[in-house]
Structures are given as C-alpha cells and as structure tokens.
C-alpha cells in the first residue's frame, strides 16, 4: 500500500470515530427504550385481554336476558289470562282482597303486625 492510499484510510477511520462513539451512546439507550416499549405493550395487550373477557361476559348476561325474556313472553301468551291491575281509587281499602283471587280460606295479613307475627311463627 502507498503511502497516500495509507493516509486516506486513516482519514476515513478518524471520520468514523465520532460516529461510532454516538452509536455507542445510543445503544444503551435504545436498549433500555425498548425495554420500557416491551413493558407498555404487555401492559397494553393484559388490558385488551380483560376488556375481551368483560366484552364476553356482558355478551353472555344480555344473550340470557333475552331468552329469558322470550320465554316469559310465550309462557304469558301461553297462560291467556290478562290480569288488569287495579288500581287504588278514591277508596284504598277496596284494593285489599283475597291473596290468592277466588280463595278465602285462612286468615290474610292486613298490617305489619300481621306479617311480623307470621315470620317469627316461621322462626325469622
């Protein structure tokens, strides 16, 4: 090798020397900020992971609500009977009645006393 071949690799080294300190310095760096990435994005896809959960779960509740639903419209459509509610009146004494419509067998609670008597006959 010449000597002026020698000094221009030597120039081109020297050039590098620079750059190759600041990727030295970025290394590190880059490393550690990948790290942190890594970690977010765990976090990130835990998350995801839960709401999926939740998201089924809440699909499931709605999809027996509904069949639920269906099923106490065809067992009212089965039954025929239409109840009307009653309503109060200028009398509210006149909405008290039998608890089961047609029987009047026993005695009915007609106050709290009533009820309280018959939950501790029944030990509660």
Do not use: C, W
């Amino acid at each position: 090798m010449s000597a002026q071949g020698y000094e221009g690799v030597v120039q081109s080294i020297d050039g590098l020397l620079p750059l190759l300190k600041s990727v030295e310095k970025f290394l590190p760096a880059a490393r550690s900020n990948s790290e942190l990435i890594r970690r977010n994005l765990a976090d990130v896809l835990m998350a995801q992971g839960y709401q999926d959960l939740t998201g089924q779960i809440i699909r499931s509740v709605m999809k027996l609500v509904e069949e639920l639903e269906a099923a106490l419209g065809n067992l009212a459509r089965l039954s025929g009977d239409v109840v009307e509610h009653a309503t109060m009146g200028d009398n509210p004494s006149a909405g008290q009645g039998p608890a089961v419509p047609g029987v009047s067998k026993g005695d009915i609670a007609s106050g709290q006393t009533d009820v309280d008597a018959l939950l501790s006959g029944l030990g509660m």
